[in-house]
């Protein structure tokens, strides 16, 4: 299955990583993943603020 994002929790931030290529291509599966993602941390008390970030693919060989 492919992962679209990853998520983690630094300190009282929740942090939503986008790993999709392109990551500018917002497609309905990313953005799904980023809402349900979104969702979890509002949910959560121990998370007070959200963030996302674009990661940037690595290198082709």
Do not use: C, W
Request: charged share 20%; glycine share 4%; net charge negative.
């Amino acid at each position: 299955m492919q992962t679209y994002i990853e998520t983690e929790i630094r300190g009282s931030i929740g942090v939503i990583r986008m790993t999709h290529d392109p990551v500018n291509a917002l497609g309905y599966k990313l953005r799904h993943a980023i809402s349900e993602a979104h969702s979890a941390f509002e949910a959560n008390p121990d998370v007070a603020a959200t963030t996302a970030l674009l990661a940037q693919a690595p290198p082709r060989s």
